[in-house]
Each structure stands twice: as C-alpha cells, then as structure tokens.
C-alpha cells in the first residue's frame, strides 16, 4: 500500500513536473538517450533505507552535504502518511485537471485534433489528446506573431499603422480572394490590418525585409518550435519546415504575455494590442487563427491565444484536421469558444452547442 499510495500520487503529477522542468530550461530527452548517459550507470555503495539511488549518488559526490541529510525513522513514516493522506484527498475529492481534459473529447467528435489550455494563476493544464498536443505542426498563420513582434524589433516595421502596397504582379489575385477573409488581400495593409485578415503577402514581405540571419537569430531566441527556417524566408511558416505543438505554442504565448521574451516592452504592447479580438465588460480574447495543408487532402487549422477574464489569464492552443480550408476554417474558433464556454471561462451565449 505504501508504494502504490506514492506511486499514484507520483504518476498524478508527473506532467505537472515535466512542465516545470522545462519552463527552467531544463531539456527533454528519449529514454534510449538516457540509459547511455554516464549519470545512469552510476552506482552508489550505499543506499540508506528511505533514501532513492540518485540521493545516494549525490550524496556520495560530497557536493551537497548541507542540504542532503538522513531522515529518521519516524520523519520517514510521517512522510508517507502524508503521501497516503493526500493521495486519498485527490481520490476522494472528484474531478481533477487530467479528467476534465479527457471530457473534452465530446468537442472533436470524430475530428483527429488536440487542445490545450494553461491557467496562469493557478499554474495549472487542461489537456485533450496529450499525445497530439506534443505533436509538431506548421504553424501556419499563427507564426504572424512572432514575425510581427521580429518586424518592430528589427526596425523593418515601425508600429501598427506601419503601410506595405500591395504588389498585384508579385501577388496576383487567386481563385479563392472572392471568401472572407481573403477579399481583402487586394489593397495595401499595414499591420494591423494585415493580421486582423491574416494576409499572407505582408508576412512575406516583412520577412524578406527581416532577412534569413536576423529571422533565425530571433526565432532560436524565442524557442519556438524546431526553430528550422529552411523552407525560405518568405515560406517556412507555411511550407512544413518549421513546425510547432499546441504545447509549444502555449510556451510561447506565456513567454510572450509575460514580457519573457528578448523584445522591448513596446513591441510587446504593439501586439498585444493587434491580436484583440473581442472584448467585452466581463473578458478580453486575444489570439491568431492559422491554417493550410500538411498533406495530400490534410488540412490543419489552429487557433491559439489567451483569454483575459475574472483577474486570471487562460492560454489555449488549438489544432484539428480536415480534408480542406473550408472544412476547419470556422471550426477551429467555434470549437475553442465552445470548450472556453464549457470550463466557465466565456459566457455560454457566445455560441450554439453542437454537443
């Protein structure tokens, strides 16, 4: 009873401490990796009853005998009293974080996708599909903001009102510019519009501008995804090349709301304030929509961002698949919503259940 108590409590909180690792740096690796790593095949001579073998080799390294002490017996049985107390709360207490994650699933229905939403205040995670939420994707249009926040940190782009004209022979009109929101692609942008119907040719532009060196440098700066720009400087984000999860999306929202990030303060605030999308007496929602094809007849749609509301901050990072644009276009904000509504977050009158 006393190693399963710990072992469950252990198992309840293991991605809680995984996140944590990494939020201070710290970098996953395979497990194959690690069984080669000299630290695992260390041994220690001795391991002291209720002590794991890594204190025991700590221990022996003589590095750290101000913070490393044997515990008592009694220390010991107190400890797991408390383990087996805490693991009979959790149980007793109804649902958690990873049980309303795996309610969410009535949202996709029978859409391959994945959802994350981070609580700032209380540091806690909702997920769906844990797997897939670790899966690497193009990010697509969601990449507007961090090229935005790249754009004024180098200069190329003084503020929101910054102008670019529209080229016609470079940017031709395609068959689809008559849909939302791509009949406006057909004027000059500045930034703020440009992100508020996501036109692709100002993000090329700006990019171009940026250049590959400074581009790269900033992208590696902010951790995002693979970091790989390869794909071209006007492409990347869209062609496959750098790829992101909803988890690594949500790390650099959280980076970004924060002011983690290696940008000044106004560049920040610029934004912030362009990714507004609705705001009301009661919440603020702030995000950047994304999607295009990952494969033959595979459309990804994201839709990420965060939610102010009630003195707290709720990030959230949404992709699911489809056979075209149309089929994820709408989908990929109704769904959020709809799942934001359901954990109590946005108002339910925003949307109509279609579960």
């Not at 107390?85 to 994945?114: C, H, M, W, Y």
Request: charged residues 25%; aromatic residues 12%; proline residues 5%.
């Amino acid at each position: 009873m006393r190693h399963s108590a710990g072992s469950y409590l252990q198992a309840l909180f293991l991605r809680d401490l995984m996140d944590m690792f990494k939020s201070k740096g710290w970098q996953l690796i395979d497990a194959e990796d690690a069984f080669i790593d000299p630290v695992f095949a260390a041994k220690p001579n001795i391991v002291p009853v209720g002590e794991s073998i890594i204190w025991a080799v700590a221990k022996e390294t003589g590095k750290f005998d101000k913070v490393l002490r044997l515990i008592s017996r009694k220390q010991r049985n107190l400890r797991m009293k408390c383990v087996k107390l805490l693991a009979l709360l959790l149980l007793s207490s109804g649902p958690i974080a990873v049980v309303r994650a795996q309610d969410l699933s009535s949202f996709f229905k029978n859409t391959e996708g994945a959802f994350v939403l981070y609580d700032l205040k209380q540091d806690r995670y909702i997920r769906y599909n844990e797997a897939r939420c670790r899966q690497r994707f193009s990010p697509k249009s969601t990449f507007k903001i961090p090229n935005s926040l790249i754009g004024l940190e180098t200069g190329v782009i003084s503020d929101a009102n910054f102008l670019i004209s529209w080229d016609r022979q470079k940017y031709p009109p395609q068959d689809n510019w008559n849909q939302e929101p791509f009949h406006h692609w057909s004027q000059d942008q500045t930034l703020r519009s440009a992100i508020k119907y996501s036109v692709v040719w100002y993000y090329k532009e700006l990019a171009k501008r940026v250049g590959e060196e400074r581009m790269q440098k900033y992208v590696a700066a902010f951790n995002y995804g693979n970091k790989t720009i390869s794909g071209g400087i006007d492409n990347f984000w869209l062609n496959n090349s750098l790829k992101i999860s909803a988890d690594e999306q949500i790390d650099f929202l959280k980076a970004f709301y924060t002011r983690k990030l290696p940008v000044s303060k106004r560049s920040i605030d610029i934004v912030k304030s362009i990714l507004v999308l609705e705001e009301a007496p009661a919440y603020k929602l702030s995000g950047k929509t994304g999607g295009g094809p990952i494969a033959d007849a595979t459309y990804i749609g994201w839709f990420v961002g965060y939610l102010e509301t009630k003195g707290d901050v709720y990030f959230f990072a949404l992709n699911l698949e489809g056979p075209d644009f149309p089929s994820i276009r709408d989908r990929r904000v109704l769904i959020t919503k709809q799942i934001l509504s359901e954990l109590g977050y946005l108002p339910r009158t925003l949307y109509i259940p279609e579960h």
